[in-house]
C-alpha cells in the first residue's frame, strides 16, 4: 500500500511540473518585436528584421542611444511589442506616437498582440487602449504606465 501512495504522489507532483512548464513557455519571450496593426490580432511576420536593422543602423543623433525602432514600422491603428526592452509602441492616428510598458498591470504577464485599438493580455483577456493604455476590458483595473521615449527624425528610441 506504502509504494501505491508513493506512485500516486509522483503522478501528481510530475502533473504539476508540467503544468507549470506550459505556463511558463506561454509567458516567456523571445526577444523579437511583435507588430500588430488595427484589424490584426496576430504578430506580424517581416518586423522583428526590419526593427533588428533599424536598431543596429540608428545609433547617432541621440546621445549614444540605439533606436528602438522607426515611425515606419509602427502601423498606424495599431503598434509594435519589443519583448526584450517590456514596452509597447503604438500610433492611435497617423502621426501620434505613445510607449507603454508591456506587463500587464493585473498580474505582470507580458502583453502580446495590439488590435482593434487595443493591447491584449493573453494571461487573462486584460485589454488596453493604444490611445492611453487605460484598462478597455479587465480584469485588469490599473492603466499601463507610459515610459519615455524619444523621436530623432524617423528613429525612436527609449528615454
Do not use: W, Y
Not at 500588430?36 to 496576430?42: D, F, G, I, N, V
Not at 507580458?110 to 487605460?134: L, M, Q, R, Y
Amino acid at each position: 500500500m506504502r509504494d501505491d501512495l508513493k506512485s500516486r504522489r509522483t503522478v501528481i507532483a510530475g502533473v504539476g511540473a508540467g503544468g507549470m512548464a506550459v505556463m511558463l513557455a506561454a509567458c516567456g519571450g523571445d526577444g523579437e518585436a511583435v507588430t500588430s496593426a488595427a484589424p490584426q490580432t496576430s504578430a506580424g511576420s517581416a518586423a522583428p528584421s526590419s526593427s533588428a536593422s533599424a536598431s543596429a543602423s540608428a545609433t547617432g543623433g541621440t546621445g549614444g542611444t540605439a533606436a528602438l525602432t522607426t515611425k515606419a514600422d509602427v502601423p498606424v491603428g495599431g503598434g509594435t511589442i519589443f519583448k526584450e526592452q517590456k514596452v509597447v509602441v503604438t500610433q492611435p492616428v497617423a502621426g501620434e506616437f505613445k510607449c507603454f510598458s508591456a506587463l500587464c498591470t493585473h498580474k505582470g504577464c507580458p502583453v502580446a498582440s495590439v488590435g482593434n485599438g487595443t493591447i491584449d493580455c493573453p494571461c487573462h483577456g486584460s485589454k488596453f487602449s493604444i490611445e492611453d493604455g487605460s484598462v478597455k476590458d479587465g480584469p485588469a483595473t490599473k492603466p499601463l504606465p507610459e515610459v519615455a521615449f524619444k523621436i530623432d527624425g524617423e528613429s525612436i528610441s527609449l528615454g
